[in-house]
Nanobody, 121 residues
């Protein structure tokens, strides 16, 4: 199965920028659609963004549209989440997830361990 390792989290000021990375190993990365989720303290895990196998199709939750960008580099087995102008309510643990499908759908079987993002006001 595919293994996922997130990195790039940390402390960022509101209005700044941060780029998260998720490195995949173990299986053919381009066979997987990828997604980013987040979980804030005391809240359920929620969807943030997703990208198809080829990278040509992306979707975002409304609260991050126009500010966050998901992308992937299949040659480097990595998916990214560029976070521009994050708001304090974006503070959460961010997880990447993989689905062995052309587009990201259903409940993912594969998750990373998460990376903490803290947005200060």
């Amino acid at each position: 199965q595919v293994q996922l390792v997130e990195s790039g989290g940390g402390l960022v000021q509101a209005g700044g920028s941060l780029r998260l990375s998720c490195a995949a190993s173990g299986r053919t990365f381009s066979n997987y659609a990828m997604g980013w989720f987040r979980q804030a303290p005391g809240k359920e895990r929620e969807f943030v963004a997703k990208i198809s196998q080829s990278g040509t199709s992306t979707r975002y939750t409304d609260s991050v549209k126009g500010r966050f960008t998901i992308s992937r580099d299949n040659a480097k087995n990595t998916v990214f989440l560029q976070m521009n102008s994050p708001k304090p309510d974006a503070t959460a643990v961010y997880y990447c997830a993989a689905v062995e499908s052309i587009v990201f759908a259903g409940i993912p079987r594969h998750w990373g361990q998460g990376t903490q993002v803290t947005v200060s006001s």
